[in-house]
T-cell receptor, first 113, second 113 residues
């Protein structure tokens, strides 16, 4: 049973437009959520996180929104740049336990010039 | 530069052989982790260590072994008992095992030939 779902395997957007990556979760105990970006044959890079006590967190061009009632979070990238092209992983944990991080399968974002 | 170093980047193993992947960090992090990524899949936890001389099994520990004799080192041995060892292996670390962001190394590709 997949507790963290990224239902879109891929997403393509034009440079300068907004990219919206979605993530759904089923475990109501999850209280900390993270987004990682990954290039091929490299390790994931931490992008942004959000605690369940917030509904929005912003860092430069990246904003994460959390809707606890819908068990849904999204990552917005504005404006999108070609260098943003990568696989984005959503991850969640319960009780702050890093070793209990559960990852989604990832969404491949392609930003076209 | 501070970071997590994995070696080798690419490794080929014959069936029936054990192989050890190295992971070293100079971030002074207490907690270290090993994940496995298969194509089109999220990251799955193999083993984690919260502190020196202590480690725990993750979700897919069968066929793997680890040691944590030094704070900065967390090598992973892929044994001949691991049925499908071909994968991308990621080492990670965090300041502590709770409430902190996990940072990843560059990864190691293991191919069984």
């Amino acid at each position: 049973d997949q507790q963290v779902k990224q239902n879109s395997p891929s997403l393509s957007v034009q440079e300068g437009r907004i990219s919206i990556l979605n993530c759904d979760y089923t475990n109501s105990m999850f209280d900390y959520f993270l987004w990682y970006k990954k290039y091929p044959a490299e390790g994931p890079t931490f992008l942004i996180s959000i605690s369940s006590i917030k509904d929005k967190n912003e860092d430069g061009r990246f904003t994460v929104f959390l809707n606890k009632s819908a068990k849904h979070l999204s990552l917005h990238i504005v404006p999108s740049q070609p260098g943003d092209s990568a696989v984005y992983f959503c991850a969640a944990s319960a009780g702050g336990s890093n070793y209990k991080l559960t990852f989604g399968k990832g969404t491949l974002l392609t930003v076209n010039p | 530069d501070g970071g997590i170093t994995q070696s080798p980047k690419y490794l080929f193993r014959k069936e029936g052989q054990n192989v050890t992947l190295s992971c070293e960090q100079n971030l002074n992090h207490d907690a270290m982790y090993w994940y496995r990524q298969d194509p089109g899949q999220g990251l799955r936890l193999i083993y984690y260590s919260q502190i020196v001389n202590d480690f725990q099994k993750g979700d897919i520990a069968e066929g793997y072994s680890v040691s944590r004799e030094k704070k900065e080192s967390f090598p992973l041995t892929v044994t001949s008992a691991q049925k499908n060892p071909t994968a991308f292996y990621l080492c990670a670390s965090s300041i502590a095992a709770t409430g902190n962001t996990i940072y990843f190394g560059e990864g190691s590709w293991l191919t069984v030939v």
